[in-house]
Nanobody
Protein backbone atom coordinates (compact mmCIF):
# COMPACT_ATOMS: atom_id res chain seq x y z
CA UNK A 1 0.00 0.00 0.00
CA UNK A 2 0.90 3.69 -0.23
CA UNK A 3 0.87 6.28 2.51
CA UNK A 4 0.64 9.97 1.69
CA UNK A 5 1.46 12.38 4.50
CA UNK A 6 1.22 16.17 4.37
CA UNK A 7 2.87 18.66 6.71
CA UNK A 8 3.42 22.38 7.02
CA UNK A 9 -0.04 23.81 7.51
CA UNK A 10 -0.87 26.36 10.15
CA UNK A 11 -2.15 29.83 10.94
CA UNK A 12 -0.68 32.83 9.17
CA UNK A 13 -1.63 36.45 8.66
CA UNK A 14 -2.68 37.75 5.28
CA UNK A 15 0.36 38.49 3.16
CA UNK A 16 2.38 35.80 4.86
CA UNK A 17 3.87 32.56 3.56
CA UNK A 18 3.68 28.85 4.27
CA UNK A 19 5.37 25.84 2.74
CA UNK A 20 3.55 22.54 2.53
CA UNK A 21 5.32 19.22 2.08
CA UNK A 22 3.96 15.82 1.09
CA UNK A 23 5.70 12.46 1.04
CA UNK A 24 4.43 9.29 -0.59
CA UNK A 25 5.83 6.07 0.82
CA UNK A 26 5.20 2.35 0.71
CA UNK A 27 5.50 -0.41 -1.84
CA UNK A 28 5.98 2.04 -4.72
CA UNK A 29 7.37 1.31 -8.16
CA UNK A 30 6.99 4.90 -9.36
CA UNK A 31 5.08 8.08 -8.59
CA UNK A 32 3.83 9.93 -11.65
CA UNK A 33 1.63 12.98 -11.13
CA UNK A 34 1.57 14.69 -7.74
CA UNK A 35 -0.62 17.56 -6.76
CA UNK A 36 -2.37 19.70 -4.21
CA UNK A 37 -6.09 20.25 -3.83
CA UNK A 38 -7.95 22.30 -1.25
CA UNK A 39 -11.40 22.28 0.27
CA UNK A 40 -12.96 25.13 2.18
CA UNK A 41 -15.97 24.55 4.47
CA UNK A 42 -19.12 24.00 2.45
CA UNK A 43 -17.25 23.96 -0.85
CA UNK A 44 -16.01 21.30 -3.23
CA UNK A 45 -12.43 20.10 -3.37
CA UNK A 46 -10.57 22.03 -6.07
CA UNK A 47 -7.22 21.71 -7.77
CA UNK A 48 -4.53 24.10 -6.55
CA UNK A 49 -1.51 22.86 -8.48
CA UNK A 50 -0.13 19.66 -9.98
CA UNK A 51 3.17 18.53 -11.39
CA UNK A 52 4.10 15.58 -13.57
CA UNK A 53 7.16 13.45 -13.03
CA UNK A 54 8.76 15.30 -15.93
CA UNK A 55 8.04 18.68 -14.40
CA UNK A 56 5.00 19.91 -16.33
CA UNK A 57 2.97 22.16 -14.03
CA UNK A 58 -0.61 23.41 -13.87
CA UNK A 59 -1.95 26.02 -11.46
CA UNK A 60 -5.42 27.19 -10.58
CA UNK A 61 -5.91 30.75 -11.82
CA UNK A 62 -6.51 31.94 -8.28
CA UNK A 63 -2.98 31.01 -7.14
CA UNK A 64 -0.90 31.82 -10.21
CA UNK A 65 1.98 34.12 -9.34
CA UNK A 66 1.64 33.41 -5.61
CA UNK A 67 2.08 29.64 -5.22
CA UNK A 68 4.90 27.46 -6.51
CA UNK A 69 4.79 23.68 -6.75
CA UNK A 70 7.96 21.60 -6.93
CA UNK A 71 8.98 18.00 -6.35
CA UNK A 72 11.89 15.71 -5.64
CA UNK A 73 11.35 12.52 -7.62
CA UNK A 74 13.96 10.52 -5.73
CA UNK A 75 12.14 11.23 -2.47
CA UNK A 76 8.57 10.94 -3.82
CA UNK A 77 8.03 14.36 -2.31
CA UNK A 78 6.08 17.38 -3.50
CA UNK A 79 6.12 20.89 -2.07
CA UNK A 80 3.81 23.86 -2.27
CA UNK A 81 5.33 27.25 -1.49
CA UNK A 82 2.51 29.67 -0.76
CA UNK A 83 3.28 33.39 -0.73
CA UNK A 84 1.08 36.48 -0.43
CA UNK A 85 -1.57 34.42 1.28
CA UNK A 86 -5.13 35.71 1.38
CA UNK A 87 -8.02 34.86 3.73
CA UNK A 88 -9.73 33.12 0.80
CA UNK A 89 -6.83 30.64 0.71
CA UNK A 90 -8.09 29.24 4.00
CA UNK A 91 -8.90 25.56 3.49
CA UNK A 92 -7.78 22.02 4.17
CA UNK A 93 -5.05 21.23 1.68
CA UNK A 94 -4.81 17.68 0.39
CA UNK A 95 -1.95 16.01 -1.41
CA UNK A 96 -2.54 13.38 -4.06
CA UNK A 97 0.02 11.05 -5.57
CA UNK A 98 -0.59 8.92 -8.66
CA UNK A 99 1.48 5.85 -7.88
CA UNK A 100 2.28 2.51 -9.44
CA UNK A 101 2.82 -0.23 -6.89
CA UNK A 102 5.73 -2.62 -7.14
CA UNK A 103 4.54 -6.00 -8.34
CA UNK A 104 3.46 -7.97 -11.38
CA UNK A 105 0.53 -5.69 -12.25
CA UNK A 106 1.66 -2.14 -12.95
CA UNK A 107 -1.62 -0.29 -12.47
CA UNK A 108 -1.68 3.33 -11.40
CA UNK A 109 -3.93 4.60 -8.60
CA UNK A 110 -4.46 7.92 -6.87
CA UNK A 111 -3.59 8.04 -3.18
CA UNK A 112 -4.73 10.90 -0.98
CA UNK A 113 -3.36 12.28 2.25
CA UNK A 114 -5.44 13.19 5.29
CA UNK A 115 -5.08 16.91 4.68
CA UNK A 116 -3.45 19.80 6.48
CA UNK A 117 -5.28 22.91 7.62
CA UNK A 118 -4.20 26.31 6.33
CA UNK A 119 -5.82 29.31 7.97
CA UNK A 120 -5.13 32.86 6.80
CA UNK A 121 -6.30 35.64 9.10
CA UNK A 122 -7.16 39.10 7.85
Amino acid sequence: QVQVVESGGGLVQAGGSLRLSCVASGNIFSVNNMGWYRQAPGKQRDLVARITRGGTIDYADSVKGRFTISRENAKNTVYLQMNSLKPEDTAVYYCVASAVLAGPVLDEYDYWGQGTQVTVSS
